[in-house]
């Protein structure tokens, strides 16, 4: 009895079969009602109602036409491909899951073919593998080319774009002398590019828009805080960079000094830290703009601590005392001005410090006994000449220098 059960369950399931067979072949006819049908109908197990069991979905035994397996088919196609195409994210990530498969997959053979050296083959699939995602990579998110940016670098420092004077205040309330501290370069190229150098790159892009905008404005001196000395104790691949955008750029910012009148001065208390490449492209940059006068001056401040040209200052001093060409009795603040490194200026009238943070960072400390503190909540990549412009008109109408008086 058990038997003759089970025998007409299977007929009874087969019998179930056919007729899902024809149904299936007559939702061929509409697209519609097929794609709304086909799920339930063809992938659902079946119950058989005279046994009470479940039964299993023999294969083997399906006659089903080539014209339902290819309708299928194309439904999944269809459905992947609008998943596919409504997330964005899908379309970033599938190019790098085929590179990375292609690379494994030629690796792999590569392999087969020369099982005699495993860890040759190993490392060619494993370089091919890299260069297609750093390829894909590269295709995905589009990267300024190193020397277009360079170029365009060049030609804004010769454009005339903002050289015009804009600010409205009379020439005689200017700052005469401006010293900034350029902070944030590090904070910016991590948060935009994730990359310090590239922060360093924009930070002296920013360097020669701001001179143009103190030519612009009739600002006599400028002082940049360049390289500190405590800065050498940053990591040795950020400080490489940054020596290597002074190598690089020490002569073309020379040639275009010459052209603009901007003579040039390199303010350093530790310069034999200085790698010997960077201090010769400084070195011809200061003697051939030594002869440029009545136009801009700019102080590079590199390798420099206020605390060492302090203590410099006061061994020079004691060296003349020593002498006897100086009497310690008679030394006076204009003895120690003249053997600082600024005695070729006036002190700063105002200092401008970006990033937000509230410090001097050992910064021209004698000089700026008196100077005007602005600090600007921008990295200095952010700059903008409106933000030179607000500082200006600040020091101009919003401030009274009285000098203790």
């Known amino acids: ?25 007559q939702y061929i006819e509409s697209d519609n009602d097929y794609d709304n049908h086909v799920e339930q109908d063809w992938f659902f197990l079946q119950m058989d ?15 089903c036409e080539p014209r339902i397996l290819l309708k299928w088919a194309r439904i999944l196609f269809y459905k992947v491909a609008r998943t596919y195409v409504a997330k964005p994210l899908l379309l970033a990530l599938l190019p790098l899951c085929i590179g990375v498969l ?6 792999k053979n590569s392999q087969t073919k020369q099982q005699q050296d495993d860890s040759s083959s190993s490392i060619q699939g494993s370089t091919l593998s890299f260069r297609i995602i750093h390829t894909l990579c590269k295709w995905l998110v589009p990267q300024e080319n190193l020397q277009r940016k360079e170029n365009r ?9 903002d050289t015009k004077r804009e600010s409205g205040v009379d020439i005689q309330d200017i700052p005469k002398h401006v010293a900034v501290i350029m902070d944030g370069n590090r904070r910016y190229g991590k ?12 930070g002296s892009k920013t360097l020669v828009d701001f001179a143009k905008w103190c030519i612009a404005e ?17 990591e040795p691949s950020e400080v490489a960079s940054l020596m290597q955008i002074f190598a690089k750029y020490c002569d073309e910012l020379r040639i275009e000094a010459l052209q603009r009148n901007i003579r040039i001065h390199v303010l350093s208390t530790e ?44 061994k020079a001093l004691a060296i003349d005392a020593r002498d006897g060409t100086l009497s310690p009795e008679t030394i006076s603040e204009h003895d120690v001005q003249r053997k600082l490194l600024t ?38 990549p952010e700059l903008k000449k409106k933000d030179l412009l607000q500082v200006i008109r600040t020091y101009a109408h919003g401030r009274r220098r009285r000098f203790g008086k």
Not at 49 to 63: A, D, H, K, L
Request: hydrophobic share 35%; aromatic share 10%.
């Open 343 to 380: 005695n070729h200026c006036p002190d700063p009238d105002v200092v401008i410090r970006t990033s937000g943070e509230y410090r001097l960072s050992n910064f021209l400390l004698w000089q700026l006994a008196y100077a005007e503190l602005f600090f600007v909540p921008k990295q200095w």
């Open 102 to 107: 292609v690379g494994i997959w030629i690796g």
């Open 191 to 202: 948060a935009r590019y994730g990359n310090v150098a590239k922060g360093h790159w924009d």
């Open 153 to 161: 670098v060049r030609t804004h420092l010769k454009s005339d774009v």
């Open 271 to 314: 310069s034999d830290r200085i790698p010997g490449h960077v201090k010769a492209g400084l070195q011809r940059m200061v003697q051939d703009t030594r002869h440029c006068e009545n136009g801009l001056t700019m102080n590079i401040c590199l390798s420099y601590g206020s605390r060492g040209e302090i203590v410099n200052a006061c």
């Open 1 to 25: 009895m058990e038997e003759i059960g089970d025998t007409q369950g299977a007929l009874s399931f087969s019998d179930s079969w056919q007729r899902k067979v024809l149904v299936a072949s």
């Open 49 to 63: 109602n005279t046994s009470n069991r479940c039964m299993t979905f023999p294969v083997e035994s399906c006659s």
């Open 218 to 234: 009739g600002i006599q001196v400028l002082t940049v805080y360049a390289f500190s000395t405590e800065n050498w104790n940053r």
